[in-house]
């Protein structure tokens, strides 16, 4: 009897538990994430021989934050450029993490902010034949997507650039780079959207290279006879360079040569150290006060010292 009684007490508590799961608050945990606004952006050969994408989303004013994220992307791709969230008009970098599943990469990262942009390099969707260039590039939409915007660049000096699907329009930057765009409505999560892009190129310089040349010099594709041109004009100036310094070397070595060797400047004589104060000799004939003890000259009489040695008189 006891058990009869309790079973329709846990058949209760089953029939909530399903009904929670079934209600329109439990499923809204995983439909609250959306995209108002999404541009994805592919920039081929700018500043590196591949394809920079970089994705900026504005996520609904009706998403709660943080929200976490996560990006289906190709499964070659194994760094990101860059990840960040942007608050008061800066970006601010955000710790995120790289995953493979099912044949891909999984970014995943906390969004603290409406608006959040990440950018990495691709290497394969941009495919070279020559002049001939070519993008493939699929998007697999994670969310609900409002608006979503494709932009491609046209590389510098690109040529006969086609877009498919057919752009919607295009727009010129300061630096004169040509972008196409794709405008696209109420894409689903789930669904994948194809691009291809087209066009031709004399030249593997990246555009920022050729646009903003290193110290003001004009960057140009040399060909093989105006290398060999440049390499023996160099050549020349290294050994123009070499003899002027040589010529400097050998003015300075003989000047200090000779100066090593020139005659040392010769003396003044000095005046021998004064002596005594010397008394003249007493005339011939006259009477001395003696004679000098060291020398032998005859004194005169009042003399102290020798006249001709300076000994001192003695006696």
Same mark, same amino acid.
């Given at each position: 009897?006891?058990?009869?009684?309790?079973?329709?007490?846990?058949?209760?508590?089953?029939?909530?538990?399903?009904?929670?799961?079934?209600?329109?608050?439990?499923?809204?945990?995983?439909?609250?994430?959306?995209?108002?606004?999404?541009?994805?952006?592919?920039?081929?050969?700018?500043?590196?021989?591949?394809?920079?994408?970089?994705?900026?989303?504005?996520?609904?004013?009706?998403?709660?934050?943080?929200?976490?994220?996560?990006?289906?992307?190709?499964?070659?791709?194994?760094?990101?450029?860059?990840?960040?969230?942007?608050?008061?008009?800066?970006?601010?970098?955000?710790?995120?993490?790289?995953?493979?599943?099912?044949?891909?990469?999984?970014?995943?990262?906390?969004?603290?902010?409406?608006?959040?942009?990440?950018?990495?390099?691709?290497?394969?969707?941009?495919?070279?034949?020559?002049?001939?260039?070519?993008?493939?590039?699929?998007?697999?939409?994670?969310?609900?997507?409002?608006?979503?915007?494709? /932009?491609?660049?046209? =590389?510098?000096?690109?040529?006969?650039?086609?877009?498919? +699907?057919? #752009?919607? $329009?295009?727009? *010129?930057? %300061?630096?004169?780079?040509?972008?196409?765009?794709?405008?696209?409505?109420?894409?689903?999560?789930?669904?994948?959207?194809?691009?291809?892009?087209?066009?031709?190129?004399?030249?593997?310089?990246?555009?920022?290279?050729?646009?903003?040349?290193?110290?003001?010099?004009?960057?140009?594709?040399?060909?093989?006879?105006?290398?060999?041109?440049?390499?023996?004009?160099?050549?020349?100036?290294?050994?123009?360079?070499?003899?002027?310094?040589?010529?400097?070397?050998?003015?300075?070595?003989?000047?200090?040569?000779?100066?090593?060797?020139?005659?040392?400047?010769? /003396?003044?004589?000095? =005046?021998?150290?004064?002596?005594?104060?010397?008394?003249? +000799?007493? #005339?011939? $004939?006259?009477? *001395?006060? %003696?004679?000098?003890?060291?020398?032998?000259?005859?004194?005169?009489?009042?003399?102290?010292?020798?006249?001709?040695?300076?000994?001192?008189?003695?006696?």
């Amino acid at each position: 009897m006891s058990l009869k009684y309790k079973l329709p007490g846990f058949g209760w508590l089953l029939l909530l538990f399903i009904f929670l799961l079934n209600s329109p608050i439990i499923r809204a945990q995983s439909d609250t994430i959306q995209f108002q606004k999404l541009a994805v952006e592919l920039w081929p050969e700018y500043d590196r021989p591949e394809v920079l994408v970089i994705y900026r989303v504005e996520l609904s004013p009706n998403t709660p934050l943080p929200a976490q994220l996560t990006f289906r992307l190709p499964d070659y791709v194994e760094t990101m450029h860059a990840v960040a969230v942007e608050r008061d008009d800066s970006l601010f970098t955000v710790e995120s993490e790289l995953s493979r599943e099912d044949g891909a990469s999984l970014l995943t990262f906390s969004a603290t902010s409406q608006f959040v942009q990440f950018e990495y390099y691709d290497s394969v969707i941009l495919a070279k034949q020559g002049q001939a260039r070519q993008i493939d590039f699929n998007f697999s939409i994670p969310y609900d997507i409002e608006a979503t915007t494709f /932009q491609v660049q046209a =590389p510098f000096q690109a040529q006969n650039f086609t877009l498919t +699907p057919a #752009p919607s $329009g295009n727009f *010129t930057d %300061g630096d004169g780079l040509i972008y196409s765009i794709i405008d696209v409505a109420g894409l689903a999560s789930g669904e994948t959207f194809e691009l291809t892009a087209s066009y031709q190129r004399n030249t593997d310089t990246p555009s920022h290279q050729l646009i903003n040349p290193t110290a003001g010099q004009t960057v140009d594709v040399l060909t093989s006879s105006e290398v060999s041109v440049n390499e023996q004009n160099l050549s020349l100036g290294y050994i123009l360079v070499g003899v002027g310094i040589a010529l400097l070397l050998g003015a300075g070595g003989y000047w200090w040569w000779s100066n090593q060797v020139t005659t040392p400047p010769t /003396q003044e004589l000095q =005046p021998p150290p004064p002596k005594a104060a010397r008394t003249p +000799p007493p #005339p011939p $004939g006259r009477a *001395t006060g %003696g004679f000098c003890y060291q020398c032998g000259t005859a004194l005169h009489a009042g003399a102290k010292f020798c006249h001709a040695c300076g000994a001192e008189r003695r006696g």
